[in-house]
């Protein structure tokens, strides 16, 4: 399946990691439950179970391995909505349902399964148990109680954590972090986590995967926080061009996709006349990167352009050979 989804591509190019879900299943889960799992038969599976019309709301993943030599199947769901949603457990419910009809083999009990839940809201989450759902279920004498199906499933909330607490793979460690952050008003603590999160992608030897990660990851940036500015994108960049091995290839994959999206968005168009002076150093310093370099003459001739001018310089950086093709947009 093609994913569309922004959210959905984030978490599953997280969570398909087998490393990822060792280690979430270590550092989160229980000990008396991670300590029964045996994290040497963890195996994906390609099945998702996410009703086509909730999938802008919810992805999934399904990991199948042993407890006590017997299979078991671990049921990751994370939940995009920024509050809680409480009949969570009826959906989860029919995701089970939806497991044991596809691995059902005739003459077979059913396999165990763990659920899992990820929530990144504001409001708290208060229940994880599915009777709870059940209108006047505690009024009911307790022998009508074995006649109605009850279950809990795990819940982590990502609000709670602590990047400095534990050693985590980096792709988790960099999820939970944008989980954690990426809708805070505060538009100085997501650029920092964002920032952080870039430096620990540079920490992994694999940089083939790591560029992938990262375009995944800052097409989720983009669609999960509306408030990041266009000012904002090009230094992340230029962040990007100036700190990776191989930078300005990378800086000019993600000026792509930031001039592709945007357009696709149709947003971050408004840029006070305040910030003119901010666009047009943005603007120099990415052609001084990427171009050549400016003379002082320019640099000024810079400052005096309209804000739709230095946008269309900054969107069409990586297309310019030289700076006498930039002095062709300026007026």
Same mark, same amino acid.
């Given at each position: ?8 591509? %984030? ?7 087998? =490393?990822? @879900?060792?280690? %979430? ?23 998702? %179970? ?5 999938? =802008?709301?919810?992805?999934? %993943? ?26 969570? &457990? ?5 995701? /089970? ?19 899992? @839940? ?25 022998? /009508? ?42 538009? !100085?603590? @997501? ?11 540079? !920490? ?35 962040? @990007? ?56 003459? /320019? ?6 352009? =309209? ?14 050979? &030289? ?9």
């Amino acid at each position: 399946m093609q994913i569309h989804n922004p959210h959905d591509k %984030f978490f599953k190019a997280t969570f398909s990691n087998v =490393e990822v @879900v060792k280690d %979430f299943i270590t550092h989160f889960l229980p000990s008396s439950i991670r300590n029964l799992i045996d994290l040497n038969y963890l195996q994906p599976q390609k099945d998702s %179970f996410i009703r086509p019309d909730l999938q =802008e709301y919810f992805s999934d %993943f399904l990991y199948q391995t042993q407890v006590q030599n017997k299979p078991i199947y671990i049921y990751l769901l994370f939940e995009h909505k920024s509050y809680a949603d409480h009949h969570i &457990s009826l959906q989860l419910l029919q995701y /089970m349902l939806e497991i044991w009809r596809s691995k059902w083999k005739k003459d077979r009990l059913l396999p165990f399964i763990m659920p899992i @839940v990820l929530y990144h809201g504001s409001n708290p989450w208060t229940t994880t148990s599915f009777i709870d759902l059940l209108d006047g279920y505690k009024d009911f004498p307790s022998e /009508m109680h074995k006649y109605i199906p009850d279950y809990e499933y795990f819940l982590y909330d990502v609000t709670y954590f602590q990047d400095e607490e534990v050693q985590l793979n980096v792709f988790l460690r960099i999820m939970l972090l944008m989980f954690r952050d990426i809708r805070k008003k505060d538009i !100085q603590i @997501v650029l920092e986590t964002i920032y952080k999160s870039l430096d620990y992608l540079q !920490q992994l030897n694999d940089q083939q995967t790591a560029t992938q990660y990262l375009e995944i990851l800052f097409r989720y940036i983009f669609h999960a926080n509306q408030d990041l500015t266009k000012e904002n994108y090009y230094d992340i960049i230029e962040h @990007v061009s100036s700190t990776y091995q191989e930078g300005g290839d990378r800086a000019m994959s993600l000026a792509e996709i930031f001039r592709n999206e945007g357009k696709l968005e149709g947003r971050l168009e408004g840029i006070a006349e305040g910030e003119t002076k901010a666009l047009a150093n943005t603007a120099i310093r990415l052609i001084t990167k990427f171009v050549a370099p400016l003379s002082e003459e /320019m640099k000024h001739k810079m400052h005096q352009q =309209e804000i739709s001018t230095l946008e269309e310089i900054i969107d069409h950086i990586d297309e310019f050979q &030289s700076i006498e093709e930039v002095k062709q947009h300026l007026k």
